[in-house]
């Protein structure tokens, strides 16, 4: 135990700065310090003030890329299976006062969401301090294009940075069709830098999609985007992950997906399977209780004991993604953490891609 400074029968003096002992720091602070910005439907949004942008990319799944880059911190789109939820968990104080957010739930992080001040000006200090052969993703844990930045257009400052550097590396990820907004952008950064821009579309069946990620857009949206991207000259691919397993994970889903990736010109294809973080964990298996009751034995038994999938089941899914690559003439991609190394140019199509094979592909 701590000497104290006065006997311990006696009333403690008064002391010039009473809140000091549980002051938050860190991160804890700053969030603390956010002033509110504006109200949504049932979310609040507030800026938080940050040191810096560029942020050090460490992972289990031994990704490629250096630094990451987030515009803000929590998500609009409430994907039920989102890793990023526990990110919220590092911005509570050791010693949170009464009124304080309770940081620890999940669903905060889709309901309160912060949005990073004076990031451009932060990234064209930091861009100058990194190797330039060193890989960059925006969007790695919130999307940089969620509802919001249609007003605030932080991701659109930051893409006016990169506009003014060259030899860079860079790969956006989103779910929205927001970022056909900055086409102009893209494209001038695209004729200096390499840029690879990766739209992630988990299903085409709509009613299905609006379950997964209810603020989402849909998901015909989605592959038109890809389309206008790519007709505008710029490299953009489709992510089908995560792929869920009895649900998204069947050879005929696959090959449906790369149809449609194929229709749309992607320059990529490529499909990861589910892994279910404990922050997610709740949040995912209340949806298949809800929604896919047959499957919920099957989650829990997958997921008791590791948040990722078993090595057997993810070399059969690479098998059937390959397949559907090979059938459809989509570039495959090795790893979806492999942001701009194995993009390459996409195949000409050899395949007939008037219509989907239903059926072809062993189950």
């Given at each position: 135990?701590a000497?104290?400074?006065?006997?311990?029968s006696?009333t403690?003096?008064p002391t010039?700065?009473?809140?000091l002992?549980h002051?938050?720091t860190?991160l804890?602070?700053?969030a603390?310090?956010?002033?509110h910005?504006?109200?949504?439907?049932?979310i609040?949004?507030r800026?938080?003030?940050?040191?810096s942008?560029?942020?050090?990319s460490?992972s289990?799944?031994?990704?490629?890329?250096?630094y990451s880059?987030?515009p803000?911190?929590?998500?609009e789109f409430?994907?039920?299976?989102?890793?990023?939820r526990y990110t919220?968990?590092?911005?509570a104080a050791?010693t949170?006062?009464a009124?304080?957010?309770?940081?620890h739930?999940?669903?905060l992080?889709e309901r309160?969401i912060f949005?990073?001040e004076?990031?451009?000006w932060?990234?064209?200090?930091?861009?100058?301090?990194i190797d330039?052969a060193?890989?960059?993703?925006?969007?790695?844990?919130?999307?940089?294009y969620?509802?919001?930045?249609?007003?605030a257009?932080?991701t659109r400052s930051?893409?006016?940075v990169?506009?003014?550097?060259?030899?860079?590396r860079?790969?956006?990820?989103?779910k929205?069709t927001l970022?056909a907004?900055d086409?102009d952008?893209?494209t001038?950064?695209a004729?200096?830098?390499?840029?690879?821009?990766?739209?992630?579309?988990t299903?085409?069946?709509a009613?299905?999609a609006?379950l997964l990620?209810p603020?989402?857009?849909?998901?015909?949206?989605?592959?038109r985007?890809?389309?206008?991207?790519?007709?505008?000259?710029?490299?953009a691919?489709?992510?089908?992950?995560?792929?869920?397993?009895?649900?998204?994970?069947?050879?005929e889903?696959l090959?449906?997906?790369?149809?449609r990736?194929a229709q749309?010109?992607?320059?990529?294809?490529a499909a990861?399977?589910?892994f279910l973080k404990?922050?997610s964990h709740a949040t995912?298996l209340a949806?298949i209780?809800?929604?896919?009751?047959?499957?919920?034995a099957?989650?829990?038994?997958?997921?008791a004991?590791?948040?990722?999938?078993?090595?057997?089941y993810?070399d059969?899914?690479?098998?059937l993604v390959e397949?559907?690559?090979?059938r459809?003439?989509?570039?495959p991609?090795?790893s979806?953490?492999?942001l701009?190394?194995?993009h390459?140019p996409a195949r000409?199509?050899?395949a007939?891609v008037?219509s989907?094979v239903q059926g072809?592909?062993?189950?």
């Amino acid at each position: 135990m701590a000497k104290t400074l006065y006997p311990v029968s006696s009333t403690p003096p008064p002391t010039l700065f009473p809140i000091l002992p549980h002051a938050p720091t860190g991160l804890a602070r700053l969030a603390a310090e956010a002033t509110h910005h504006a109200d949504g439907h049932n979310i609040e949004f507030r800026a938080l003030k940050v040191r810096s942008v560029l942020n050090r990319s460490i992972s289990r799944r031994q990704l490629s890329l250096a630094y990451s880059i987030n515009p803000y911190r929590g998500c609009e789109f409430a994907c039920r299976y989102c890793y990023a939820r526990y990110t919220h968990e590092f911005l509570a104080a050791q010693t949170p006062t009464a009124n304080a957010p309770d940081f620890h739930d999940p669903s905060l992080f889709e309901r309160l969401i912060f949005l990073k001040e004076n990031t451009a000006w932060l990234l064209d200090q930091e861009l100058r301090k990194i190797d330039p052969a060193d890989e960059i993703a925006l969007g790695t844990a919130t999307d940089p294009y969620q509802p919001i930045e249609r007003t605030a257009r932080i991701t659109r400052s930051l893409l006016e940075v990169f506009a003014r550097h060259s030899g860079l590396r860079l790969g956006i990820i989103t779910k929205s069709t927001l970022i056909a907004r900055d086409i102009d952008l893209l494209t001038e950064i695209a004729s200096k830098n390499t840029l690879v821009l990766h739209l992630t579309i988990t299903t085409p069946d709509a009613a299905l999609a609006r379950l997964l990620e209810p603020r989402a857009p849909r998901p015909d949206l989605r592959f038109r985007t890809v389309l206008r991207l790519r007709q505008a000259g710029l490299t953009a691919g489709i992510f089908c992950s995560p792929l869920l397993p009895g649900i998204t994970d069947t050879a005929e889903a696959l090959d449906t997906m790369a149809f449609r990736a194929a229709q749309a010109q992607a320059s990529f294809f490529a499909a990861q399977p589910l892994f279910l973080k404990p922050c997610s964990h709740a949040t995912f298996l209340a949806f298949i209780h809800d929604h896919f009751p047959a499957l919920e034995a099957d989650y829990l038994s997958r997921f008791a004991a590791d948040a990722f999938a078993a090595k057997p089941y993810r070399d059969a899914l690479a098998a059937l993604v390959e397949q559907a690559c090979r059938r459809y003439s989509l570039l495959p991609r090795s790893s979806d953490a492999l942001l701009t190394r194995d993009h390459g140019p996409a195949r000409k199509p050899t395949a007939n891609v008037g219509s989907p094979v239903q059926g072809a592909l062993f189950a």
